[in-house]
Every structure is written in structure tokens, then in C-alpha cells.
């Protein structure tokens, strides 16, 4: 799955590229919007969310 990210500023610029990502994908998709990209959208969201949730806890745990 990759190398961890240790500091907060590397987990946070981690979650700035994930979002820009999100919304190139979304920028790209024309209408009308078929299911498929739907999903692929809603499978980005859903791993963004969870790694944000997972730094969070990180932090929590650092406290």
C-alpha cells in the first residue's frame, strides 16, 4: 500500500493532492453522468474520507 506518512505536514499534503485528484476527476466527467463514474467518484470520496479519519486517530493517539 506504499510507505506511512509520519509528520502532520506530510499527512495533510497528502490529503491536499487527494482532494485536488477528486476534483480533477470530477471536473472531467461530462453530463449526463453515467453509474459507473458515479461509483468511482463515490469509491474516491470513501478512501478520502477513511484516510482522513485514520490521521485523526493518529493524532489522537499521539496526544
Known amino acids: 500500500m506504499g510507505k506511512a506518512l509520519e509528520g502532520k505536514d506530510e499527512q495533510f499534503y497528502y490529503i491536499k493532492n487527494r482532494v485536488s485528484m477528486l476534483n480533477d476527476v470530477v471536473q472531467s466527467v461530462d453530463s449526463p453522468v453515467d453509474e459507473e463514474e458515479l ?25
Do not use: A, G, P, T
Open 39 to 63: 461509483e468511482q467518484v463515490e469509491l474516491m470520496i470513501r478512501s478520502l474520507n477513511e484516510k482522513v479519519l485514520r490521521f485523526q486517530k493518529d493524532r489522537k493517539e499521539e496526544q
